[in-house]
């Protein structure tokens, strides 16, 4: 008998704690890629990723079983890696968007040269702003849609949109950079 | 050209109904600044949603279950989750067999202590005579026996009354003495006429004595 996410939230409630081992198995993949994206270093993600399921576990009893369960550990997950994101230098905020827009930096081709080896897409995700990030992590490599992000992210689906907008600009413009290509 | 590429932005979403749609992707065709950039931005997408992605690290699962907290649950939850939850048993044949074994001895053991304790009643019921107390009292409409071998209690033995008028029980008793009263219609105390001995009771009357012996 298949058990539903739902039911084995209510047995962990009741005492049984093994069980809940088969929501870590079933999405411990959605969730550590969820992390890898947005902090950009595997060891991170797994930090992270655990430490999701660990405050899943020990709030289950505010689960509202009305939600599905995949989107309320996401939510949990993202307020993870925006803690962690946030006790970090390296990232672009929105005032910097001066240093990745077009016209500055080397020359592509030796910039393509140099990191061929490296995960493109990764370094271009990186280079954006967290907000922006977070939508298009969300929306194109978790498949949620708006209204969905806009619940487990706590924004509007407005602002999202503009946010996504922009995002895709930038991303664009990285990626053709990424790969030594002129826009 | 702001609408536009709005426009362009959530055609990419799957946001425009259908008459929307096909004018955008007229307009996308008839103008090769805004059809670069619909390719450019459906290609960053189709990169991102065909991504590989890392694979969660090995022995991911068992990292966090040994890292849960135990959480208190009441004990009495923890016994209802132990005694309905299937459980698999595991055992090999020499346990199998101990097992049986100490079921068989047990249940041996209990039907050979219910038997002592039949014969030990059966035993205790030898070791009695059944005695026999008679009274004369045709115009009594009840008479108990009252002694040492029911406390003293009124209503415990009650007699039994014939057509002559007499009434008469019959009481198993160890050997040995026994003091004795009837009580007559719940209320006057008697003595035995026929008693073995009288004893004083200490209240100005005297009990009827009753002497047992082992035949």
């Not at chain 2, 670069?36 to 966090?64: M, N, S, W």
């Not at chain 2, 030898?126 to 029911?150: D, I, K, W, Y």
């Not at chain 2, 014939?162 to 007559?184: C, D, I």
Request: charged letters at 30%; aromatic letters at 10%.
């Amino acid at each position: 008998m298949d058990l539903t996410d739902e039911k084995i939230v209510e047995q962990c409630l009741k005492g049984d704690r093994e069980i809940y081992s088969l929501l870590v198995d079933k999405y411990q993949q959605m969730i550590y890629v969820l992390a890898y994206r947005m902090l950009g270093d595997e060891a991170a993600a797994k930090d992270a990723a655990q430490e999701s399921f660990i405050s899943g576990y020990l709030s289950l009893r505010s689960f509202r079983r009305e939600a599905k369960f995949s989107s309320w550990l996401t939510s949990i997950a993202l307020n993870k890696c925006r803690d962690m994101l946030r006790g970090r230098k390296d990232t672009v905020s929105v005032d910097d968007l001066g240093d990745v827009l077009p016209g500055k930096g080397a020359d592509p081709e030796e910039r393509y040269r140099q990191k061929e080896n490296e995960d493109v897409l990764q370094e271009a995700l990186g280079k954006l702003p967290d907000e922006y990030r977070e939508v298009i992590v969300l929306k194109h490599i978790r498949g949620l849609d708006y209204a969905e992000i806009a619940q487990t992210a706590g924004v509007s689906e407005g602002a999202l949109k503009i946010r996504a907008w922009r995002a895709r600009e930038m991303l664009r413009f990285l990626l053709k950079e990424g790969q030594g290509t002129h826009v | 050209m702001y609408k536009e590429r709005e426009l362009l932005q959530r055609l990419l979403d799957g946001e425009l109904d259908e008459s929307e749609r096909e004018q955008m992707l007229k307009a996308i065709e008839a103008n090769p600044f805004l059809k670069r950039d619909y390719k450019g931005f459906a290609e960053t997408i189709q990169a991102l949603e065909e991504a590989k992605h890392p694979l969660a690290p090995p022995y991911f699962t068992a990292e966090v279950m040994r890292k849960l907290p135990v959480l208190a649950v009441p004990f009495w939850k923890k016994a209802a989750l132990f005694l309905f939850r299937p459980h698999i048993f595991r055992l090999n044949i020499a346990t199998i067999a101990f097992l049986l074994l100490a079921a068989v001895s047990g249940a041996v053991f209990l039907m050979g202590r219910g038997t002592m304790q039949t014969a030990a009643l059966e035993q205790g019921k030898a070791n009695t005579v059944m005695v026999t107390f008679r009274l004369q009292a045709p115009g009594a409409q009840s008479v108990a026996l009252a002694g040492e071998f029911n406390k003293w209690m009124v209503n415990e033995t009650q007699l039994s009354r014939s057509k002559s008028g007499e009434w008469q029980v019959e009481v198993p008793l160890r050997a040995g003495t026994y003091a004795y009263m009837f009580v007559v219609d719940g209320r006057t105390w008697l003595p035995d006429p026929d008693a073995d001995a009288y004893r004083d009771d200490g209240f100005g009357s005297r009990n009827s004595v009753r002497r047992v012996y082992h035949l």
